[in-house]
């Protein structure tokens, strides 16, 4: 195989002038290169597959590079960085006339056609790629002219190349290069010789190629070259005022008008406003002189898609929107402000050019994000608040979304509540509505049950007849930001200018102003005497913060967003047990366990992961009315309830014991507080499988030891169903089923209602034939029966309730034949009808009292056929002979005549003389 690999890249080497792999630790010629420093850079593109050697592990660092392998090589990056664009097939093919008119081998033509598509490179370009079947060498500044095409669309270029004039030999430059490798000068991807030459019609070599490819790499990943952090952010109205420290410590200001500075998002096309940023964010930006030219959010910063309002376009008319608030479903209309700003797909737009496209999309649903800002002015000699909008991001869809919790969920329609609403609201069903848990796709039953399994969060997808026409199920809030709503923090500093939280060892901090106006904020802090939150102003909730933080008490936080991502609440209190105790934090789930694993415990079909306390105080009495999920027994309140149904045992180690043990379903009610710490739980089994150990139908208690070996007690009903006449559940109490596979069924309540023999204990095989046995001479006789079944010599013999000194056959056939004992067997047939195996129970003995062992647990009789038994007692045996005391049977009792019964399980019951 690695023969014919070899065989097949040298024959592309050979066409194409391509190179093959080779490993970077392998190239033999590593360290003939043309300067310091290029080692590492060629073992980096290489590690990074941008470029690579040949096939007898050589890289040929001075080797030339000819266009097609540049063009490559260039598609090779952006492919890499995840920044190529996509291109089909038939748009490849609309090129291949033009390169195969040019002799462009077919291992090129790809990039090729990417470069044409995308005004990388022209047809007129194709010209200099290949003379004949032969591969030109590229220039530098033809390399750089491709590179800087591929990166203008994300940077913007210098029209005067300012840094690109300042090579000495910047004349030689072609004029329809020159910007672009300023582009790459500005970006560091391309530097001079040591005597500051850029050498623009000098052949390009490998080294000089690993280097820009190497470069651009780092471009690509980490943004723009000019990197900084907004030390200082401030808006007067019209102008956002901005100081920017670089990474070398130098401190810029600059002033910035909305709409003239254009804002990127990371290495993306789309656009932001100026009002997203905030001072701490990190940035890559581009200017000239003293003026912005872009700005790029890089990765890390805590800039992201902020609105204080969304919804649905109604209408958009001068001075005003409507609205239908994505959140409360209520139609809203604003106020536009003067200096509004709009987006659609992520570009900037005029007001009248929205306004067209509304109208021509009349059709589809307009999804706004809003952005506002609240004035104080004077109206009828009242000082009044007045809202307006300064920004709108549009875009159009044929469908749009609703989210909210769900309130129930029927076969055609579901009923929710939307996030901030007091009232529900009602979609039906597309006739081909998709249903979805996460991002698995469900069926109509599976997503009902979880719809009505407690705290469940819903996002419609509603078409154009206003149906949905796809259901999506979470137990976690659509509306929550990134930052997780139900984190505790420690607040750190608390003013009306901002507040900055702490949350294991990372700090957030949070500006109130322009990006979180505090008139769309609600306040709330902890009332200690009335046990509620209490609503309250930022200046409050700033006194609060003061006064226990002067007497060193610990104020805790917790922050809501809205669907736009702005702080919609905020939480305080010196308790963290405050959201424990709100009614308003309280979950429900109820779903089969899909594991435990120390104290998380996890659902099917759930990514929730809910923790056990260490201890719950109910341990559930059966008699007794009990309901754990609601918290009380016997009408009585109870915290923290624990029940297991169908359990003799309702502890938490018996829950665990359920939880992880094989081949068990267990389905739970749980209710957990705000930090998913489950408060109630009520389980029970709905399927349960293993290996039986023992069944009392007297008790109706089951005990089943699954395949991990977890022991189960277990409650039957009186007489549970076996689904088959061979056997009843009187049998499977019996000692010849112990040690058989069952699968259990169970009733609503966890009890067990039917049992059903996969395996039997009897060597995988079928009982064939039971009863009392009549005779055993000449061959087995059961009551009832004329048939007679031979003996095998051989035949396996199991006696369960006989400890004498032999349970040999002989042994056997003579308490058959003894008339004093009556023998209950159960036999397994070979194929000639003989006695292959034989299970054998005492079922009644009359005989005199011998001997009583309370350390053995076994009692002694001797029969008027003269033969001596042994049986087995246990701590429930009765005794009634005479009267005599269990401590006297031996002196007193010894030759009296004593009837004896025994239990299903093989035990003496009861011993009457």
């Known amino acids: ?121 022209t047809t007129t370009d194709l010209a200099k790629f290949m003379s004949g079947n032969k591969s030109n060498l590229a220039t530098r500044q033809d390399v750089a ?45 391309v530097n001079g010789d040591n005597s500051n030459n850029f050498n623009p019609k000098k052949s390009i070599n490998r080294a000089e190629m690993a280097v820009m490819l190497n470069k651009t790499f780092e471009v690509l990943k980490s943004g723009i070259g000019n990197t900084g952090v907004i030390s200082e952010f401030e808006y007067d ?46 940035i890559g930006f581009v200017y000239n002189g003293g003026s912005l030219e872009s700005i790029r959010v890089l990765d890390g910063s805590t800039v992201q898609e902020k609105y204080d309002i969304t919804g649905y376009i109604i209408a958009l008319k001068s001075g005003e929107l409507s609205l239908e608030n994505e959140n409360t479903g209520d139609t809203e209309k604003l106020n536009m402000d003067g200096n509004c700003q709009f987006y659609l797909n992520d570009k900037s737009i005029r007001r009248s050019d929205l ?9 589809k649903y307009a999804y706004a994000g809003i952005n506002t800002r609240t004035t104080v002015e004077k109206e009828n000699r009242s000082q009044v608040e007045k809202t307006y909008v300064t920004e709108v991001y549009v875009t159009f869809s044929d469908e749009y979304t609703r989210t909210g919790m769900v309130d129930n969920m029927d076969n055609d329609r579901i009923i929710y509540k939307p996030a901030d609403a007091g009232s529900t609201s009602i979609v039906y069903f597309a006739s081909e509505c998709d249903y979805y848990i996460g991002d698995e ?22 078409n154009k007849s206003g149906k949905a026409s796809k259901i999506l199920l979470s137990e976690e809030s659509f509306t929550a930001d990134k930052n997780d709503s139900t984190k505790t ?41 009335d046990d509620e939150w209490i609503t309250c102003k930022i200046s409050n909730a700033e006194s609060y913060f003061d006064s226990n933080d002067n007497k060193d008490d610990t104020v805790f936080a917790r922050v809501i967003f809205n669907s736009g991502g702005r702080i919609n609440k905020v939480y305080l209190s010196t308790k963290k047990s405050a959201w424990s105790s709100s009614s308003d934090s309280i979950v429900e789930r109820k779903a089969e366990v899909a594991s435990l694993s120390g104290n998380t415990l996890k659902f099917k079909n759930s990514s929730v992961a809910y ?12 008699s007794k009315d009990t309901d754990a999920i609601t918290g009380s027994v016997d009408g009585k309140d109870v915290k923290y309830p624990l029940a297991i149904l169908g359990a003799k045992t309702s502890s938490l180690t018996n829950f665990r014991k359920m939880a992880e043990a094989d081949g068990v379903t267990l389905y739970a009610e749980i209710k957990a507080n705000g930090d998913n710490v489950i408060q109630s739980i009520e389980a029970k089994l709905t399927a349960a499988s293993g290996k039986l150990v023992s069944y009392d139908t007297d008790d109706r208690e089951l005990i089943l ?19 088959t006449d061979d056997y009843t559940y009187e049998d499977v109490a019996t000692a010849g089923y112990i040690g058989s596979a069952v699968t259990l069924g169970f009733n609503g309540d966890g009890v067990i209602n039917k049992i059903k023999v996969t395996e039997s204990a009897y060597d995988k095989g079928t009982i064939r034939a039971k009863g009392i046995a009549e005779s055993a001479e000449g061959g087995l006789k059961l009551k009832g029966e004329s048939k007679v079944y031979g003996w095998l010599g051989r035949s396996n013999t199991e006696v369960h309730n006989y400890s004498g000194d032999s349970t040999s056959l002989d042994r056997v056939k003579e308490a058959i034949e003894d008339e004093d004992v009556t023998v209950y067997v159960e036999i397994r047939l070979d194929e000639s009808e003989r006695v292959e195996r034989i299970n054998v129970y005492f079922k009644e003995a009359e005989g005199a009292f011998q001997e009583y062992n309370k350390d053995t647990n076994t009692l002694r009789i001797l029969t008027d056929a003269g033969n001596k038994f042994t049986f087995n007692t246990n701590s429930k045996t009765s005794f009634d002979i005479d009267g005599i005391a269990t401590n006297k049977l031996n002196d007193s009792a010894v030759g009296k005549t004593v009837e004896l019964s025994f239990d299903s399980e093989g035990l003496l019951k009861t011993v009457k003389g």
């Open 1 to 121: 195989m690695k023969k014919k690999m070899a065989l097949a890249l040298a024959a592309v080497m050979a066409s194409s002038c391509m190179s093959v792999t080779g490993y970077a630790a392998n190239f033999k010629d590593i360290n003939d290169v043309p300067w310091d420093g290029a080692k590492t850079v060629i073992n980096t593109v290489a590690d990074l597959g941008l470029l690579n050697g040949y096939e007898d592990n050589t890289f040929r660092a001075k080797n030339n590079v000819t266009y097609c392998e540049a063009i490559h090589m260039l598609f090779t990056v952006l492919d890499k960085t995840a920044t190529a664009k996509p291109m089909d097939a038939v748009t490849q093919s609309k090129y291949i006339p033009f390169m195969q008119a040019q002799n462009i081998p077919t291992w090129a033509q790809r990039a090729v056609a990417y470069g044409l598509e995308n005004s990388i490179i």
């Open 441 to 462: 796709s469900v069926s109509l039953s599976k997503l009902k049950e979880l719809a009505n399994s407690g705290t469940v969060y819903v996002k419609i997808t509603v």
């Open 611 to 622: 923790t056990l306390m260490n201890q719950y105080n109910v341990k559930i009495d059966p």
């Open 355 to 363: 306004e067209e496209e509304l109208k021509e999309n009349s059709d």
């Open 237 to 282: 109205g019209s102008t956002y005022k901005m100081k920017i420290k670089t990474e070398i410590g130098d401190s810029l200001m600059f002033f910035a008008v909305p709409g003239l500075v254009k804002v990127y998002d990371g290495d993306t096309t789309k656009e932001l406003p100026l009002s997203r940023l905030s001072a701490g964010d990190k």
């Open 489 to 529: 923090y420690e607040v750190k500093e608390f003013t009306e200018s901002q507040m900055v939280l702490e949350s294991g060892g990372n700090t957030s901090t949070y500006r109130f102003g322009s990006t979180n106006p505090t008139s769309n904020i609600t306040f709330y802090q902890w009332d200690d005497e």
């Open 705 to 723: 030891e699954t395949s991990d070996g977890q022991k189960l007690t277990l409650t039957t009903t009186r007489k549970p169903s076996t689904d």
């Open 145 to 189: 002219r491709m590179f800087g095409n591929a990166l203008a669309v994300r940077y913007d270029v210098d029209r005067e190349a300012k840094t690109a004039t300042k090579f000495n030999d910047a004349w030689h430059i072609s004029s329809d290069s020159i910007i672009q490798v300023d582009l790459l000068a500005r970006l560091e991807i």
